[in-house]
């Protein structure tokens, strides 16, 4: 639930519109596109998390299969590319609560309110954060099935002339868009020492949750087009509810797309929030950031790493325009994966033939090595200040991280811990501090 709650989200309820302006009636050739790329990747996370089974995510996948200052830079590449992708989400949940109640709340106030109350529930722990997801899952699938359903009774096969005649450059520049709406499939391997039996569950987890929000993206893309034009769902903030108030006329209809967008973008935040801060944890406990990042509550709860990533998410909100900072979150995100599918190549040398199966076969490491080119070809269709806030970003990582060595050597600060104990001090999923009290 975690990862399905973290990927069916901003992408189907908002993203898709934005998608759908580049790509037109091909939207669901981009979708298809990006699918793929995200499961070459999503091999490369499996084939790693089939050996490290610690929270960290990125970070501790490429520190655990290449060296520290690679997990590192990949690690502070996923964390912001997630922080800002909080900020922009939060604001498209607020845009949506005005489209269901008919109100007008300032979205960046209410934005800082969402994401301080995600903020809270994570703190009172993974277990209800869990349970929390759960029902959003499936409410959101509930209505997305709806909204197909009723896309059959007003569908306008005309809508789709000229798909399989689109212009690949507008498909893979849609491609890169949507690509935002499957970033989350790797959000459970930064909890992957809070589950039960994370060799086995992190690595069906991620190909599953792909496997299944493909075909829903595709099933509702191709509902939405069948209702309306793209342009309609490009100039729309709410798009799915857009597509059934101008082919159906039926304002309750829209008003239930809506909620289930309030639901969608609820879940990414939530996850968001809870991937970021077990990442950071990850990192204060190494020593990589400062040891306080690490500190864990009464409940074993990483809240301090909780706090700094609402506030980094509160502090984006009154900077981000939606597409922009959608484009950017998934430049640094997408950068952030490459180091995993570098990672997947170095430690799938180590482990041929050792079982049976596709992740130890001599010829897996074609696997990363398309995922790489893949990653190439989605960065060149983003936009130019994206791929500039990315690799300003990592520039900076990889300073950070020069002076903090040099700091080191040099005797001014303790050195970071090199051995990481097999199973963290994290409470295992389940525990929560509700049931303590």
Same mark, same amino acid.
């Given at each position: 639930?975690?990862?399905?709650?973290?990927?069916?989200?901003?992408?189907?309820?908002?993203?898709?519109?934005?998608?759908?302006?580049?790509?037109?009636?091909?939207? %669901?050739?981009? *979708?298809?596109?990006?699918?793929?790329?995200?499961?070459?990747?999503?091999?490369?996370?499996?084939?790693?998390?089939?050996?490290?089974?610690?929270?960290?995510?990125?970070?501790?996948?490429?520190?655990?299969?290449?060296? %520290?200052?690679?997990?590192?830079?990949?690690?502070?590449?996923?964390?912001?590319?997630?922080?800002?992708?909080?900020?922009?989400?939060? *604001?498209?949940?607020?845009?949506?609560?005005?489209?269901?109640?008919?109100?007008?709340?300032?979205?960046?106030?209410?934005?800082?309110?969402?994401?301080?109350?995600?903020?809270?529930?994570?703190?009172?722990?993974?277990?209800?954060?869990?349970?929390?997801?759960?029902?959003?899952?499936?409410?959101?699938?509930?209505?997305?099935?709806?909204?197909?359903?009723?896309?059959?009774?007003?569908?306008?096969?005309?809508?789709?002339?000229?798909?399989?005649?689109?212009?690949?450059?507008?498909?893979?520049?849609? /491609?890169?868009?949507?690509?935002?709406?499957?970033?989350?499939?790797?959000?459970?391997?930064?909890?992957?020492?809070?589950?039960?039996? %994370?060799?086995?569950?992190?690595?069906?987890?991620? *190909?599953?949750?792909?496997?299944?929000?493909?075909?829903?993206?595709?099933?509702?893309?191709?509902?939405?087009?069948?209702?309306?034009? %793209?342009?309609?769902?490009?100039?729309?903030?709410?798009?799915?509810?857009?597509?059934?108030?101008?082919?159906?006329?039926?304002?309750?209809?829209?008003?239930?797309?809506?909620?289930?967008?309030?639901?969608?973008?609820?879940?990414?935040?939530?996850?968001?929030?809870?991937?970021?801060?077990?990442?950071?944890?990850?990192?204060?406990?190494?020593?990589?950031?400062?040891?306080?990042?690490?500190?864990?509550?009464?409940?074993?709860?990483?809240?301090?790493?909780?706090?700094?990533?609402?506030?980094?998410?509160?502090?984006?909100? /009154?900077?981000?325009?939606?597409?922009?900072?959608?484009?950017?979150?998934?430049?640094?995100?997408?950068?952030?994966?490459?180091?995993?599918?570098?990672? /997947?190549?170095?430690?799938?040398?180590?482990?041929?033939?050792?079982?049976?199966?596709?992740?130890?076969?001599?010829?897996?490491? *074609?696997?990363?090595?398309?995922?790489?080119?893949?990653?190439?070809?989605?960065?060149?269709?983003?936009?130019?200040?994206?791929?500039?806030?990315?690799?300003?970003?990592?520039?900076?990582?990889? /300073?950070?991280?020069?002076?903090?060595?040099?700091?080191?050597?040099?005797?001014?600060?303790?050195?970071?811990?090199?051995?990481?104990?097999?199973?963290?001090?994290?409470?295992?999923?389940?525990?929560?501090?509700?049931?303590?009290?």
């Amino acid at each position: 639930m975690i990862n399905l709650g973290a990927i069916i989200g901003a992408g189907i309820f908002v993203i898709i519109g934005i998608a759908a302006g580049k790509a037109g009636a091909a939207l %669901p050739i981009s *979708i298809l596109v990006s699918a793929v790329v995200a499961i070459l990747t999503g091999l490369s996370f499996s084939e790693i998390a089939m050996h490290v089974s610690k929270e960290g995510g990125v970070y501790e996948y490429a520190k655990e299969s290449i060296s %520290p200052v690679f997990g590192f830079v990949g690690g502070i590449m996923w964390i912001f590319g997630n922080i800002v992708a909080v900020a922009a989400v939060s *604001i498209s949940l607020v845009s949506y609560v005005n489209s269901a109640l008919g109100t007008n709340f300032p979205a960046t106030y209410m934005a800082f309110a969402v994401i301080i109350g995600f903020a809270i529930v994570n703190a009172l722990g993974i277990k209800h954060s869990a349970r929390t997801l759960a029902v959003m899952v499936l409410l959101n699938i509930s209505i997305l099935i709806l909204f197909v359903a009723v896309s059959f009774f007003f569908f306008k096969a005309g809508n789709f002339k000229g798909m399989l005649h689109g212009n690949p450059s507008n498909i893979l520049s849609g /491609a890169a868009i949507i690509f935002f709406a499957f970033t989350g499939f790797s959000r459970i391997t930064t909890v992957g020492d809070e589950v039960k039996n %994370p060799e086995h569950t992190v690595p069906r987890a991620i *190909i599953i949750s792909i496997a299944i929000s493909a075909l829903i993206y595709i099933a509702v893309a191709a509902a939405a087009l069948g209702l309306v034009l %793209p342009h309609y769902l490009a100039n729309s903030a709410a798009p799915l509810s857009t597509a059934v108030l101008q082919a159906t006329h039926i304002g309750i209809l829209a008003a239930i797309i809506s909620i289930g967008g309030i639901f969608a973008t609820g879940g990414v935040v939530l996850t968001g929030i809870l991937g970021v801060s077990r990442v950071l944890f990850a990192m204060g406990r190494d020593r990589e950031l400062p040891k306080q990042v690490s500190r864990l509550d009464s409940f074993s709860t990483p809240i301090n790493a909780i706090i700094i990533a609402t506030v980094f998410s509160i502090a984006f909100v /009154a900077f981000v325009s939606f597409e922009s900072i959608v484009e950017a979150s998934n430049a640094l995100i997408l950068l952030a994966y490459a180091t995993i599918d570098v990672s /997947a190549i170095n430690i799938a040398r180590k482990f041929v033939g050792k079982r049976k199966g596709l992740l130890y076969s001599r010829y897996f490491s *074609i696997i990363p090595l398309l995922g790489l080119i893949s990653i190439a070809f989605t960065v060149i269709y983003l936009g130019v200040t994206s791929i500039e806030i990315a690799f300003g970003i990592m520039l900076f990582a990889i /300073a950070y991280y020069a002076i903090k060595i040099a700091l080191e050597n040099a005797g001014y600060t303790s050195k970071r811990i090199l051995v990481v104990p097999a199973h963290s001090i994290v409470r295992q999923f389940g525990r929560s501090r509700m049931r303590a009290q």
